[in-house]
């Protein structure tokens, strides 16, 4: 396998050990980072065809005075045991009947389980997260599988769920689950323990879109209804088969919606369009008086997803266009939305501090690439939204994942910590766990994995999980 398809292989090794680490690690840095993301496309007999629908395994790194320890375990779910017995019963995009059967199925069935989006924490719980509402606890210190949260109380629920949920100033986690039936509708909701819910809103909505986050700010949700939707009557029709994501259709003509939800009123106060585009992630968002200001990622269309199956991936045919960083500024009574450009570089995964979440931010960190992506991406850059500033960092032909900032306890500026990311070392074949300062972006540390961990997708930093 060429090194750089080596982020595709399927890891099946399941490790406990200490890091040798060069340079220094920040005495203050405690804690663990909780990663997650697709760990073997083949297993036995079963392969999956897209990128999403790797088997989930999540990653632990713990940083302490004793250096940092790493953990990695595939997640036991149903999907992951119909793997290892030689099926693949379908997701995203794999499949032909998969996560679409299951939708249909949804009351009478359990929804498809493979958790490899996102790691987060709800009330107490250690959740691997992805876009059905079907959650796998897990033990955060040993990665072990617990066991399915669903909830089933009596706020109105749907069949597919939205993989990331957002956290506003007051711990609360907002979400959103979209309902397909005779009415189709966005129910958000807001909750603090993963069985318990408050309803926000229900949207109505004709042709339900794909949205794989979404906008919160203290008194509002943004839903960014992208024309990438699918018309619940053909979804369901007697027959209907292929993997989910096939049935989603792009409508150039409706335009981009942005529905401005009032979390107080209940209701949606504003839904101004723009024109079509699609993405995966937002950065973040906040209120700037009476307009609210959306950080995200966009790309032309959804035509990105066709590029992510792993046939075209381990062939190193990658010529899509990557993301592009733009502010929306959405006037609820004036009914408006402006765009402009924030960085002209192509980036991946954005992230802002988690101290910054809903409330106003100046950095940006993603995964740079080039315009069209034509490599995987072989830096991490840190955008200044307010000069325009963009500071690199990259190691050769190495590849990297997404960055993610920890806030130095005590610190009062927002760029005073650490960004983490996991580097694929393309000649020594194993990744580094990389440390780099949050204000220079030099390096810091380095801590070397002993295996390469296939490109994932998206992790979070829990300080409460000490050694
Ligand atoms: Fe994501």
Redesign the pocket.
Known sequence: MPPGNLGFHSLREERACDLRVEGEVPGWLSGSLLRNGPGAFEMGEAAVDHWFDGLAMLHRFTFGDDGVAYRNRFLRTDAYAAARAGRFDGGFATGEAGLLARLKRFLLDDPYDNAN??ADRIGGEYLALTETPRWVAFDPETLTTRGHVRYDGDAPTGQLAC??LNRDPDGRAVNFETRFGRTNYYHVYEMTDPRNRTPVASVPVDEPAYM??FGLTPNYVVLTEFPFVVDPLDFFKPGTRGPFVQHYEWKPDRGTRFLVIDRTAGEVVADPRTDAFFG??HANAYEDGDVLVVDLETVPGAASIETLYIDRLRAGDLDVFGGRLERFRVDPAAGTVDRRTVYEGGTA?PTVSPARWCRRHRYVYAQGTEQPVTEWPQRVVKIDVETGRVVEFADGDNHFGEPLFVPRPGGDAEDDGVVLTVMLDVAAEHSWLVVLDGQSFDERARAAVPHAIPFD??GRFFPELVP
């Open positions: 989006v996102i993989a990331h794989h986050s995966f992630h995964l997708f998206h």
